[in-house]
């Protein structure tokens, strides 16, 4: 049986936010917290999340806490590493999976649907993204030769996404706004926040 894994990467600084974005609330709990119990009703086997070390203790100690009970592991990472290596440390973390998930921590806008929609139609050599309106949208759903590629990779400059352009993609619909969205800023959280809830990004 093929196994799954999940990434969700919160190692940024959050710095437009002016607070930390997998803290932020959403649906009466932290967006991190959100997105995992979204995957756990979903056929994961495994997941990881990656976080800012600056965000885990203090004041948001408790929050870490709870991230250490609903995660598989929880990786600790300096911002100054750059992107890709939160992604390579997620992925060493899930390397025996065959597939992955990759979701970003301001993404919370996931639904079972699409996430089993993704994985029925998930592309076996490359990565499978959802797609609404003819844009591209998250997560991305990576294959095991793209979790070996990355697993490969030593230097900290690659970039995912000029990655992804090594492999073959697959599109699959997505039935609402939401995988195009991305939390920010203040003014998007508030935006967003409430138009999701009332159902207008539908």
Known sequence: METCGLLILAGGKSQRMFFPKPYLQYQGKPFFE???TVYKSTNISKSCLVINRDITTHE????YKKALSLFSVVKKIDTHQGRF???????NALSEMDYC???N??????DMETINFMWQHRNKSG???????????HPVLISKPLIKRILELTHRDYNLKELLKEFSEQFVSATHKGVLLNINT???????IQKYETNELV
């Open 186 to 192: 203040p003014d998007d959280y508030r935006k967003f």
């Open 34 to 36: 959100h997105i995992a």
């Open 105 to 110: 921590i301001d993404n919370p806008f996931i």
């Open 60 to 63: 948001w100690e408790s929050y």
């Open 127 to 137: 990565y499978t993204v959802p797609v609404f309106q003819e844009k591209k949208g």
């Open 85 to 91: 290596h939160s992604v390579k440390t997620g992925i």
């Open 101 to 103: 998930f990759i979701h």
